[in-house]
C-alpha cells in the first residue's frame, strides 16, 4: 500500500492582533541591533496593539538582548512589572 499524504494546511491570515482586555498591558523589550527582527518590526507591532502596549529598546544588544545584557533586559522588565502592580493596586482600592 502507498502512504496517503495530507494536504498541507492552509496558512491562516490573521488580523492585526489587539489584546482581548483592555486591562492587559503588553511588554515588547527589543535589542536595538537585532539583525533577525529589526526594530522597525517592533514599532509596527507596538502600533498594532496598542496603547496598552510599550516598547523598550535596549542599545548594544542583538536578537538574545536577556543573554547578551542581562541588567539592562532584567531593569525594564522590572520597571514594567512595577508599572502593571502599581496599575492593579490602583484599580483594587
Avoid at 38 to 47: G, H, S, V, Y
Amino acid at each position: 500500500t502507498t502512504p496517503r499524504c495530507r494536504p498541507r494546511p492552509r496558512p491562516r491570515r490573521h488580523a492585526p492582533a489587539r489584546p482581548s482586555s483592555p486591562d492587559i498591558k503588553i511588554m515588547l523589550i527589543w535589542g536595538d541591533e537585532d539583525k533577525l527582527f529589526d526594530i522597525e518590526l517592533a514599532k509596527k507591532m507596538n502600533e498594532q496593539l496598542g496603547e496598552n502596549c510599550y516598547l523598550q529598546g535596549i542599545p548594544k544588544a542583538g536578537h538574545l538582548l536577556h543573554l547578551e545584557r542581562p541588567c539592562a533586559y532584567n531593569r525594564q522588565l522590572g520597571r514594567f512589572l512595577a508599572y502593571v502592580n502599581s496599575q492593579e493596586n490602583q484599580t483594587t482600592s
